[in-house]
């Protein structure tokens, strides 16, 4: 049907479409800017003039759809459909098809990915797995390790013995494991004040009277910017690639400084999307603690507009006991209640069971079977208790350049792989 409209510089057509055609037609429109008028005009003038031959297209389930177009082009469009001998529908069909075939959606935009390593229980290597995931993004040396088959992945359906965590098992098969350096740029942000990072990394902390993360978040330091706290890690296997906001003790006060800004969860955010330009990850350590400072975290975390989900998140460690289980359902909530607050989305980029040890009994090893159970978020890495870590902690020196054939150092890859 075609009605000319009062001005005579358009007709209303009438026809029938898939509703998924409908429904393409609509959202692509919308994401290029264009009117669906001038969309479906277009669109009957590519498929009138190609020499192509389409597919055809399903047409079954047809519900009405309608738009303005030129004068005259509904009725050039039934003479080519003649010419061609396809019915109207499928003609319009084809014509639309091709239209979003040729203008494809705007590639996503593309952000700093965000991790936002937390949980508000002590003690479950939050900061081991935060410099960790930091480390293997930014080096860019490709190792070939030998690793023994039967501890390859510790992944969702992996399950390892106490022996194997020990380092001491012997006569089993071996296997290559390629870690290909990956070389991104990297942003590791001491967000505790317990300053457990910057010690373990060999750097100073920033002075109680001098401008800090927390004073910027809170808006009460004038001086220079959050880049002047900004530290290159001097460590040739990350080739000047992994920077480090180091802690300050005032972040202790963090709460109570930024309690009556009037968008207080948007605070970190605030200081840290000037940097994101530079950097392609940025690696939240996140304090002990379930405050206001925790919901400027996880909002920094959320998904933004435009932004592939699990591009950025929330990466949570735990234990397998049963205090780590109780603490991670507070976590859960206080997540869950910002999202609602706030009407984000926060994707959930897994959890990391840390310091593992199967001979510590079965509460150690049902408590990992009672993570594992879990769907969202998953199970993405286990990492054991071993002795590497600790002996880079006191060497002043990152994981991955103190021991990177080691086997959390490979657990940590992994890890890395799933979420980058």
């Avoid at 530290?231 to 300050?248: A, E, N, Q, W, Y």
Wanted: charged residues 25%.
């Amino acid at each position: 049907m075609v009605t000319p409209s009062p001005a005579g510089d358009r007709e209303k057509v009438v026809s029938k479409l898939p509703s998924w055609l409908r429904q393409d037609l609509k959202v692509r429109a919308a994401q290029l800017g264009v009117d669906i008028q001038d969309a479906a005009s277009q669109a009957i003038e590519m498929w009138r003039t190609t020499n192509e031959k389409l597919a055809p297209v399903d047409t079954s389930g047809g519900v009405a759809w309608s738009s303005w177009l030129p004068p005259g082009q509904w009725a050039q469009l039934k003479e080519t459909c003649a010419e061609r001998k396809v019915p109207l529908v499928q003609g319009l069909a084809q014509s639309l098809a091709l239209w979003l075939r040729e203008n494809a959606a705007p590639a996503a935009r593309r952000y700093a990915r965000r991790i936002v390593v937390c949980n508000q229980k002590g003690g479950v290597g939050k900061t081991a797995v935060a410099a960790g995931i930091a480390g293997a993004c930014a080096e860019d040396s490709e190792l070939k390790v030998l690793v023994a088959s039967e501890a390859v992945a510790l992944l969702s359906d992996a399950t390892i013995t106490g022996e194997e965590l020990s380092g001491d098992a012997v006569g089993r098969t071996h296997q290559d494991e390629v870690h290909p350096g990956l070389g991104l740029r990297v942003l590791l942000v001491d967000y505790d004040p317990q300053g457990h990072l910057t010690n373990q990394l060999g750097l100073p902390t920033i002075g109680i009277d001098e401008p800090s993360l927390a004073k910027y978040m809170a808006g009460t330091e004038k001086r220079g910017s959050v880049k002047d706290l900004v530290v290159t890690l001097d460590d040739d296997r990350f080739g000047g690639r992994l920077d480090v906001v180091p802690s300050c003790a005032d972040a202790f006060l963090l709460d109570i400084m930024i309690s009556t800004d009037r968008n207080r969860q948007a605070t970190l955010e605030r200081v840290l999307e000037p940097l994101e330009a530079d950097y392609d990850v940025i690696v939240i350590d996140c304090p002990p603690s379930l405050g206001v400072g925790m919901d400027a975290a996880i909002y920094y975390g959320r998904r933004r507009e435009d932004e592939e989900r699990g591009n950025s998140g929330v990466l949570i460690p735990v234990q397998a006991e049963d205090s780590s289980a109780d603490a991670f359902e507070l976590l859960l909530e206080q997540i869950e209640s910002g999202q609602a607050d706030w009407r984000i989305e926060v994707d959930y980029l897994g959890l990391v069971v840390n310091l593992y040890d199967a001979r510590d009994g079965y509460v150690i090893t049902s408590s990992l079977e009672a993570w594992k159970a879990f769907e969202e978020p998953r199970v993405i890495g286990v990492i054991g208790r071993l002795k590497d870590q600790r002996e880079a902690v006191r060497n002043k020196k990152a994981l991955m350049s103190y021991a990177p054939t080691c086997q959390q150092a490979k657990v940590i890859r992994r890890i890395v792989r799933e979420i980058v």
